[in-house]
Structure formats: structure tokens, C-alpha cells
């Protein structure tokens, strides 16, 4: 399983050394870019599933691509 984590700055090393601590748990950071593209992403998914599922409407591509 994988889990992430938004630690505080000042209590993060505390608790990385808690779990590496652990024989079972392998701990990998990564950048505060990368945090928020897997939250973007997400929730992307979960749009996508709302609109699938008809309760969320989406919007033509055509129309997004003539707003850019």
C-alpha cells in the first residue's frame, strides 16, 4: 500500500526517522511540485468518474480548446 503524507516542515524528520525505523516500511520523498501534480491527478480521476457516472456535466473539447 501507498500512503502520502503532508507533514509539517519542522516535525517531518522526526517522523521519518519513526518509519525508517520500521523493517516493513520503505520511505521515499519527493518535491512539493510532485505532491501537488498526484493531487491534480486525483482529482482529474475523480472528475472524470462524476462525469461517467452523470453527476457532473462536462464540457465539450472544442469550447476548452477555444478558451486557450
Known amino acids: 500500500m ?3 503524507l503532508d507533514i509539517k ?3 517531518a524528520s522526526s517522523l521519518i526517522d519513526v518509519l525508517n525505523g520500521l523493517s516493513y516500511v520503505k ?3 519527493i ?3 510532485k505532491a501537488l501534480l498526484i493531487e491534480e491527478i486525483k482529482e482529474a480521476v475523480e472528475n472524470l468518474k462524476l462525469v461517467r457516472e452523470g453527476k457532473l456535466k462536462a464540457r465539450p473539447a472544442r469550447e476548452l480548446l477555444d478558451e486557450l
Do not use: A, P
Open 27 to 29: 520511505v521515499k520523498t
Open 9 to 11: 516542515d519542522n516535525k
Open 2 to 4: 501507498k500512503v502520502l
Open 31 to 33: 518535491s512539493e511540485e
